[in-house]
């Protein structure tokens, strides 16, 4: 019963990151990267608050609240990269860049949480790759300038976002799914908002908030519930399995991007977006 629980938290960030990614694209658009995030923070950061007081003895390890401020820090870090590849690029082809994070998650659990692969699951992962290759190039013509709008920082992204999973895994089950959410939350709230008062000034922010509630409050919202889904599913599940259905998100990422934002892309970066997701999925049922 533990393992159904741990798939169904581990669809509910799947469904949850494709669509917050949509509404992250947007807001992005509209406030910016720091303050979007600062407002997806301050979000998660109220509203887990009841939710996290029968932990709150968990803080009195000073090893706990060191590794979450890390989670929090790098959590930062890695959303800004998120959500600059999410404002350049195409949604249909960022989200499928930030496949990679699949093998950099899996490669840590190995190594840390001593989880194995079999020979066919390594090549499922190969070919997860030269999927997102062709989802990532415009043109094998001029392959180092033709890329899509936002890759490289997709790439960048996508492999911190791997530390950032294996972090999370690791304190939802070292301390708590909760905690491993809302600490970090808070974390990176008070980096985002020392960034705005020292840049743009509190006042422009909440204008901002006042005139784009509506998006940046669904924002919050859904991303918040994304990382809830999966420090759950990581907690009573293996991370490799969890993680790669999580990873199945770009399905519905692309049906959002081309059908909502109209969004066009050539035959072999659809061939691309297929053997990289089918990898996904096929991973998923070979992992045991």
């Not at 996508?158 to 999973?165: E, L, Q, R, Y």
């Not at 960034?195 to 919050?220: C, H, M, P, T, Y």
């Amino acid at each position: 019963m533990i393992f159904e629980l741990a798939v169904l938290f581990a669809f509910g960030a799947m469904l949850s990151w494709a669509f917050g990614d949509l509404l992250i694209q947007h807001a992005t658009r509209k406030v910016g990267n720091v303050q979007t995030l600062a407002v997806i923070g301050i979000v998660g950061s109220i509203g887990l608050v009841p939710f996290i007081l029968r932990d709150w003895w968990r803080l009195a390890s000073l090893e706990n609240i060191v590794f979450l401020v890390a989670l929090g820090i790098i959590t930062f870090i890695t959303a800004i990269l998120d959500f600059e590849a999410l404002k350049e690029g195409k949604l249909s082809v960022i989200d499928v860049i930030f496949e990679i994070e699949l093998p950099v998650t899996i490669a840590l659990s190995m190594i840390f949480f001593k989880e194995s692969l079999s020979v066919i699951q390594y090549v499922i992962i190969a070919l997860m790759l030269c999927g997102m290759v062709l989802v990532a190039t415009k043109s094998f013509s001029h392959w180092k300038n033709r890329l899509e709008r936002g890759a490289w920082l997709a790439l960048a992204a996508a492999i911190m976002m791997g530390v950032v999973n294996f972090m999370t895994a690791s304190s939802s089950r070292n301390i708590s799914p909760m905690m491993a959410v809302w600490f970090p939350w808070v974390v990176y709230t008070i980096i985002c908002l020392a960034v705005i008062w020292q840049r743009e000034g509190i006042k422009d922010f909440g204008k901002n908030i006042v005139k784009f509630r509506w998006i940046l409050l669904a924002s919050g919202i859904v991303d918040t519930l994304a990382w809830i889904f999966y420090a759950f599913a990581t907690r009573d599940g293996e991370i490799a399995i969890m993680t790669a259905i999580t990873e199945c998100f770009p399905a519905v990422a692309i049906f959002l991007g081309i059908w909502i934002n109209r969004e066009k892309s050539n035959w072999h970066q659809y061939v691309g977006a297929i053997l990289a997701l089918g990898g996904a999925i096929t991973l998923a049922l070979t992992v045991k």
